[in-house]
């Protein structure tokens, strides 16, 4: 065992904390939570023998707790901004008994015992975590979060004179919902991009995207007077799922957004020059479209500040010559021949119990082929509608229509019993948007006490099966 720079202690400083849980396990626990009342303590094992596990222990606050396991700092993080702390250190042999109890200077550990820069908590939390910091939450610390990760925006009357700087409440809308739209289908596409390449299960790829949307909605932290000055920050910390990438989108893509989207000049060549090369026409215009309408916009003029880099800008419109470069009209035009036209082909294939279709191959969908059907609109049979907040399961499958719009190229996604019609350039964007659309109708017409459309109340009364709130 290695020989460390510290001092040798008579007694164990945690004694009288107990077991909360394994955070971290691999062939045994990594990272182990301890508490005693109001004070908490991480053990860290760092090394090991034949005889003996040595651990790195220290004590961490409630807030430091909840910030590592809601993805806003990595262990590495928390024990670097303890340098100056205590940490303490302890052998552990095989019957659970202790001894070498010694303490050491934070910046005193040897690097070989410190954490990758890049460890980031990406497991599911226990229902322990969630009766734990919900008092803690109760104090407002979650505010104090949002602000943490917030930047803002600001909108000022054309004619400030004429009204003082003040903007209507029409504009306000306007302002809002294209920054929404823009942070919306900037996340979409992304998402979209680097989950396909982890997954063939197109089905888990909208279920995960619809899953960031809801999770990571830019929040109001807080608006100031006069001006409209809004903070907006995106929800990182509330939601953990185990999938890795999806936590890992979820706390990079709000950056992502200020760097490429917000704070860049949309006039400047070569910054047009790498949005073109970076999107296809179909995303330039869902992400810059809406924010270079809220530019645009000659009633007020819009400033961005961002608070962690201390900068801010004023936006200088953006001339018809750009924005036809960056957001360009996507024309309506008919194919030239029967080859540029997307087809449906549905197949039934026998196939062995549950055997991944993923990993189907040509000779296999070829002899297990029983009939195909070749058509410009498929059918999605649903049998269960899931959210991160609830499951419905339906007592038949619901069959939800997809087609493809030759002369726009936009994917439809269809379901005439609510109503439901759904449209965008991109195929996973048309199924996020479904799903937002069957989850607004869930809201307001089956679970509002007063359904806004009583026809939609009595679709889900007669078809729902059962209705289960998931646990948090």
């Given at each position: 065992m290695r020989e460390l720079t510290g001092y040798k202690l008579l007694d164990w400083v945690f004694k009288d904390y107990t077991y909360v849980g394994?955070?971290?396990e691999f062939e045994g626990p990594v990272l182990v939570h301890y508490m005693n009342h109001a004070h908490h303590a991480l053990y860290y094992w760092v090394e090991g023998n034949d005889k003996y596990n040595r651990w790195l222990c220290f004590e961490v606050t409630i807030n430091e707790l909840y910030r590592y396991l809601h993805n806003a700092v990595s262990l590495f993080e928390l024990i670097e901004k303890?340098?100056?702390?205590?940490?303490?250190?302890?052998?552990?042999?095989?019957?659970l008994k202790y001894s070498n109890y010694q303490m050491v200077l934070g910046y005193l550990i040897p690097k070989e015992y410190k954490p990758a820069p890049d460890s980031y908590y990406n497991d599911e939390l226990s229902d322990v975590y969630d009766k734990l910091f919900r008092q803690f939450l109760d104090k407002g610390i979650y505010h104090e979060r949002l602000m943490e990760n917030s930047f803002d925006l600001v909108i000022e009357a054309s004619d400030s004179n004429k009204y003082d700087?003040?903007?209507?409440?029409?504009?306000?809308?306007?302002?809002l919902f294209g920054i929404d739209a823009s942070y919306r289908n900037f996340n979409s596409y992304h998402a979209y991009n680097t989950l396909k390449q982890t997954t063939s299960d197109v089905n888990k790829i909208n279920r995960l995207i619809g899953l960031l949307q809801s999770a990571s909605d830019l929040r109001v932290p807080s608006v100031y007077a006069n001006s409209f000055h809004i903070s907006l920050a995106p929800d990182i910390i509330m939601k953990n799922t185990g999938d890795k990438v999806f936590n890992t989108l979820r706390k990079e893509l709000p950056t992502k957004f200020k760097d490429e989207v917000l704070n860049v000049d949309?006039?400047?060549?070569?910054?047009?020059?790498?949005?073109?090369?970076?999107?296809e026409p179909s995303a330039r215009k869902g992400i810059f479209e809406p924010l270079i309408k809220v530019i645009n916009n000659p009633n007020f003029t819009l400033k961005y500040i961002d608070k962690q880099r201390n900068n801010s800008k004023i936006y200088e419109k953006v001339s018809q010559e750009?924005?036809?470069?960056?957001?360009?009209?996507?024309?309506?035009?008919?194919?030239?021949?029967d080859l540029t036209k997307l087809m449906f082909y549905t197949f039934t294939v026998e196939m062995p119990e549950n055997a991944d279709i993923s990993t189907i191959s040509k000779k296999e969908l070829k002899e297990g082929t029983l009939f195909a059907k070749i058509s410009d609109e498929a059918t999605q049979e649903l049998q269960k509608f899931e959210t991160d907040k609830y499951i419905i399961v339906f007592k038949e499958p619901i069959s939800i229509i997809h087609k493809h719009d030759e002369r726009t190229g936009e994917y439809k996604m269809l379901f005439d019993p609510l109503g439901i019609s759904v449209k965008d350039a991109a195929r996973n964007n048309a199924g996020t948007k479904f799903i937002d659309e069957m989850e607004r109708i869930v809201n307001e017409d089956y679970l509002a006490k007063v359904p806004k459309n009583k026809n939609n109340k009595k679709f889900f009364d007669d078809y729902v099966q059962s209705f289960d709130y998931k646990s948090s």
């Amino acid at each position: 065992m290695r020989e460390l720079t510290g001092y040798k202690l008579l007694d164990w400083v945690f004694k009288d904390y107990t077991y909360v849980g394994d955070l971290i396990e691999f062939e045994g626990p990594v990272l182990v939570h301890y508490m005693n009342h109001a004070h908490h303590a991480l053990y860290y094992w760092v090394e090991g023998n034949d005889k003996y596990n040595r651990w790195l222990c220290f004590e961490v606050t409630i807030n430091e707790l909840y910030r590592y396991l809601h993805n806003a700092v990595s262990l590495f993080e928390l024990i670097e901004k303890k340098k100056q702390e205590t940490f303490y250190t302890v052998d552990i042999d095989r019957n659970l008994k202790y001894s070498n109890y010694q303490m050491v200077l934070g910046y005193l550990i040897p690097k070989e015992y410190k954490p990758a820069p890049d460890s980031y908590y990406n497991d599911e939390l226990s229902d322990v975590y969630d009766k734990l910091f919900r008092q803690f939450l109760d104090k407002g610390i979650y505010h104090e979060r949002l602000m943490e990760n917030s930047f803002d925006l600001v909108i000022e009357a054309s004619d400030s004179n004429k009204y003082d700087g003040t903007v209507s409440l029409r504009q306000c809308k306007e302002f809002l919902f294209g920054i929404d739209a823009s942070y919306r289908n900037f996340n979409s596409y992304h998402a979209y991009n680097t989950l396909k390449q982890t997954t063939s299960d197109v089905n888990k790829i909208n279920r995960l995207i619809g899953l960031l949307q809801s999770a990571s909605d830019l929040r109001v932290p807080s608006v100031y007077a006069n001006s409209f000055h809004i903070s907006l920050a995106p929800d990182i910390i509330m939601k953990n799922t185990g999938d890795k990438v999806f936590n890992t989108l979820r706390k990079e893509l709000p950056t992502k957004f200020k760097d490429e989207v917000l704070n860049v000049d949309l006039n400047d060549d070569t910054v047009i020059a790498n949005i073109v090369q970076s999107y296809e026409p179909s995303a330039r215009k869902g992400i810059f479209e809406p924010l270079i309408k809220v530019i645009n916009n000659p009633n007020f003029t819009l400033k961005y500040i961002d608070k962690q880099r201390n900068n801010s800008k004023i936006y200088e419109k953006v001339s018809q010559e750009n924005k036809k470069k960056i957001a360009p009209k996507i024309e309506e035009t008919q194919p030239e021949s029967d080859l540029t036209k997307l087809m449906f082909y549905t197949f039934t294939v026998e196939m062995p119990e549950n055997a991944d279709i993923s990993t189907i191959s040509k000779k296999e969908l070829k002899e297990g082929t029983l009939f195909a059907k070749i058509s410009d609109e498929a059918t999605q049979e649903l049998q269960k509608f899931e959210t991160d907040k609830y499951i419905i399961v339906f007592k038949e499958p619901i069959s939800i229509i997809h087609k493809h719009d030759e002369r726009t190229g936009e994917y439809k996604m269809l379901f005439d019993p609510l109503g439901i019609s759904v449209k965008d350039a991109a195929r996973n964007n048309a199924g996020t948007k479904f799903i937002d659309e069957m989850e607004r109708i869930v809201n307001e017409d089956y679970l509002a006490k007063v359904p806004k459309n009583k026809n939609n109340k009595k679709f889900f009364d007669d078809y729902v099966q059962s209705f289960d709130y998931k646990s948090s």
